[in-house]
């Protein structure tokens, strides 16, 4: 029988140490804003980690990063491949150094909300961008985007002026594929790519959410 | 385009419909009295944005514009600009259907080709240096 929960009662740390200390061969997925991540025990060691794009230990750095969603932990699965090799309470101490050293420097907000969009089902890419169009936190360097954003949100920031709008919430933008979500939080641009095939009604709560503290 | 333009305007929650060419003139305008003044500059802006995509990125194929109570939703090719303004209690999805299937009449009908053949050698750039700020040249030019 399958243990299911929700990281709010149960911490991820402590879901990892039950399953390695017992030494189980299992997956534990987790649910999180509509996007799944698993992480595989064997031998009592994580063997393998995926949280989509990531696999591996990237992939097990962000899960751990989650303090809220779903999880569900099956007995006697095997991984489909190994994508880890390290020792599991290392792992821990450097996942959870990761996270604390995210969550104390000066732009520990931005990281914090740039950590939460990347966790949404079909965020490409996010970032936090000046009305300068220069990254302010980023985890790429797309300059021509930034500044493209900064402009676009420039113009319908006028736009909003003139037809006496409150000020914009988010513009969306489909261009090649991408959907390019951008929103203003006080004097700062959100930038946020999705795969175009999601919808903007169904992210819209999700980004929401974020972007205004309420996740 | 004036009947298609109607039927969207007919649609629950929707306040007006505007066409607009690549060239920023306003083909045609169902509902929207009260921004009528307003018109030109908010295209203007609009296009310059949608521009700037074509030229530094990619062509732009949708633009939604939330505000709190008010949602601007376009379509775009590489002639037409289709804005359906709404209330934000509107059903999205059926609004951008209705756009995408009427911007497909639009252009198949005999009256809009005749235009094309018109409009086919204007050209207007939308994001020349004269008509822009201080604060827009210098964002454009870190493009360049």
């Known amino acids: 029988m399958a243990l299911v929960g929700n990281l709010k009662d149960l911490k991820l740390p402590n879901l990892i140490q039950l399953n390695c200390m017992e030494k189980n061969e299992s997956k534990l997925t987790i649910e999180h804003s509509g996007k799944y991540g698993s992480i595989y025990?064997?031998?009592?060691?994580?063997?393998?980690?995926?949280?989509d794009p990531d696999i591996g230990k990237e992939a097990l750095f962000r899960l751990l990063g989650l303090d809220d969603g779903k999880f569900k932990v099956e007995i006697a699965v095997r991984p489909p491949?190994?994508?880890?090799?390290?020792?599991?309470?290392?792992?821990?101490?450097?996942?959870?150094?990761q996270f604390d050293t995210l969550?104390?420097?000066?732009?520990a907000k931005e990281k914090k909300i740039i950590s939460m969009l990347l966790n949404v089902k079909g965020v490409k890419r996010a970032a936090f961008v000046t009305m300068d169009g220069d990254p302010l936190y980023a985890a790429f360097d797309d300059r021509e985007s930034f500044r493209s954003a900064a402009f676009s949100i420039y113009e319908i920031d006028r736009i909003s002026r003139l037809l006496h709008l409150d000020e914009v919430k988010l513009i969306s933008l489909v261009i090649n594929k991408i959907r390019v979500v951008l929103s203003k939080i006080g004097q700062d641009i959100t930038y946020i790519e999705f795969d175009a095939r999601h919808q903007l009604d169904t992210i819209l709560p999700y980004v929401e959410r974020i972007l205004t503290g309420d996740a | 385009m004036d009947d298609r333009l109607q039927n969207i305007l007919t649609l629950d929650s929707v306040e007006g419909v505007?066409?607009?060419?690549?060239?920023?003139?306003?083909?045609?305008?169902?509902?929207?009295?009260?921004?009528?003044?307003?018109?030109?500059?908010?295209?203007?802006?609009?296009?310059r944005v949608i521009t700037l995509y074509r030229n530094y990125k990619w062509p732009v194929k949708e633009i939604e514009i939330v505000w709190r109570d008010t949602r601007i939703i376009g379509i775009a090719d590489e002639i037409f600009i289709l804005l359906a303004f709404c209330r934000n209690?509107?059903?999205?999805?059926?609004?951008?259907?209705?756009?995408?299937?009427?911007?497909?009449?639009?252009?198949?009908?005999?009256?809009?080709?005749?235009?094309?053949?018109?409009?086919?050698n204007v050209k207007v750039n939308h994001l020349r240096t004269g008509d822009l700020d201080e604060w827009e040249i210098n964002l454009i030019s870190k493009l360049l």
């Open chain 2, 89 to 120: 209690n509107a059903s999205f999805p059926l609004i951008r259907m209705t756009l995408n299937v009427s911007l497909a009449a639009i252009k198949a009908d005999r009256k809009t080709q005749k235009m094309l053949k018109k409009m086919k």
């Open chain 1, 81 to 97: 491949i190994v994508s880890i090799t390290d020792n599991w309470s290392n792992l821990m101490l450097e996942g959870l150094h």
């Open chain 2, 18 to 47: 505007v066409i607009l060419s690549h060239t920023g003139e306003m083909l045609n305008r169902k509902g929207l009295d009260q921004y009528k003044s307003e018109m030109p500059e908010l295209t203007k802006r609009l296009m």
């Open chain 1, 41 to 51: 025990f064997q031998n009592g060691q994580i063997v393998h980690a995926e949280f």
């Open chain 1, 103 to 107: 969550h104390s420097s000066d732009t």
